[in-house]
């Protein structure tokens, strides 16, 4: 913060700008910015002056964009140290808890074929991994690509992702996405199972147009498409077509749809679509800025909040209400008592969000994403079926 006194010129050179890692010292020029007669802040004036702000660097602190560690004298080149920051920049990249729900929730869908205990056999879980490993893959590459596309938009919203904070050049990012799309898919090619290949298929394409800057596509600037894609990829594709991959070509079963897999699938499809519209509440002021028409810019962020919070709370009682239909007395309670309190959690989080703060509405959404999504979905398929199908079989062994 500088003072000057009042009727003063003060002469400043712009600061300098870094394109591609690389300081930009062609666009250094002088602007002169007479003081007013009272004395004032001349950070303000600054920020107001649009020909300084025309080349001031993406990166200044004052933005909140870190500036890039490789100008630092202490910056280590070392083998070691930059092959750990690269890995740690991948693992960044690739949005660990988007991963990490896709496994959590495709491993409890192939459980609901299990009908006894004695299917849980090495063989299953191997054929449940070699499933698990191209739909992360494919994981990556929604990720990726809309890291790439969303560039310039995360260095408002997400600065500190690897691409937007320039961890990571344009062309790695290509690069991971290209490596992780062909290969998910070429391994969807090998397993010889259509609903498994159709499911990365799917993915594929839902992931490309929610992103992808095509006519007719790039979903996430419209207000619906956007937590509908989210809701036919978690609600349909992991629930239907894992199900029935795991159903008729890892057992070898005819496929039957059973009341547990449609309240999974019912389940998931309004939890999903509550999480999309609840994924754009944090990131409305890039994309305002940029055009983005998110249900959250154009009706405001509190509406959108509540309106997330209460689809969930009502996936939940339709919960509890399932479970409190169910013929066995430990089914009943487990799905009653752990939905209610998944729900009361709920609700006592969302009474703490500032909706001001960019932070809590950020620290929200992951806690949505890994408390309630991820495990509920294992909670809701391992004990509305599993539970009930082992009891059953166990009755019928007794008599």
């Not at 260095?155 to 992780?180: E, M, Q």
């Not at 919960?319 to 009361?344: D, N, Q, R």
Request: hydrophobic share 45%.
């Amino acid at each position: 913060m500088v003072l000057l006194s009042k009727g003063c010129t003060k002469t400043l050179p712009s600061p300098l700008s870094q394109i591609h890692g690389v300081l930009n010292t062609t666009l250094r020029k002088k602007y002169s910015i007479k003081c007013p007669r009272n004395s004032f802040n001349l950070t303000n004036k600054i920020r107001s002056c649009k020909q300084f702000n025309k080349y001031r660097c993406l990166s200044t602190l004052q933005d909140g964009y870190k500036p890039n560690p490789r100008h630092d004298n202490n910056y280590s080149t070392s083998f070691q140290d930059v092959f750990f920051r690269n890995l740690n920049a991948l693992y960044c990249l690739t949005r660990p808890y988007t991963w990490i729900g896709t496994i959590i929730a495709i491993t409890s869908v192939s459980f609901l074929p299990i009908q006894n205990l004695a299917v849980l056999t090495p063989t299953l879980f191997v054929e449940i991994l070699k499933a698990l490993v191209p739909a992360v893959l494919m994981n990556v590459y929604v990720v990726a690509l809309n890291q790439l596309s969303d560039l310039e938009i995360d260095k408002i919203n997400k600065p500190d992702l690897p691409l937007a904070s320039g961890d990571f050049s344009t062309g790695t990012g290509v690069a991971v996405y290209l490596v992780s799309s062909f290969t998910s898919l070429a391994m969807g090619v090998m397993s010889r199972s259509p609903p498994l290949l159709l499911a990365l298929i799917i993915w594929f394409l839902l992931g490309t147009a929610y992103s992808i800057q095509l006519p007719f596509l790039r979903w996430k600037g419209h207000p619906f498409l956007a937590p509908t894609s989210m809701m036919i990829l978690m609600g349909l594709v992991y629930q239907l077509l894992f199900y029935i991959h795991i159903q008729k070509y890892v057992l070898a079963r005819p496929v039957i749809i059973t009341k547990p897999l449609v309240f999974a699938t019912t389940f998931m499809s309004v939890f999903s679509f509550a999480n999309g519209l609840l994924k754009d509440v944090p990131d409305v002021d890039g994309d305002r800025e940029f055009g983005i028409q998110t249900l959250s810019v154009i009706i405001g962020k509190e509406k959108v909040f509540w309106l997330g919070v209460y689809m969930m709370l009502t996936a939940y009682g339709a919960a509890i209400l399932v479970g409190a239909s169910s013929s066995f007395l430990l089914s009943k309670l487990v799905t009653i008592i752990s939905h209610s309190i998944l729900a009361f959690i709920l609700w006592l989080r969302a009474q703490t969000v500032d909706l001001s703060n960019k932070a809590s509405t950020l620290s929200f959404y992951m806690f949505i994403w890994k408390a309630s999504d991820c495990y509920t979905t294992l909670n809701t398929s391992l004990f509305i079926l599993y539970v009930e199908k082992v009891m059953k079989d166990s009755n019928t062994c007794d008599r």
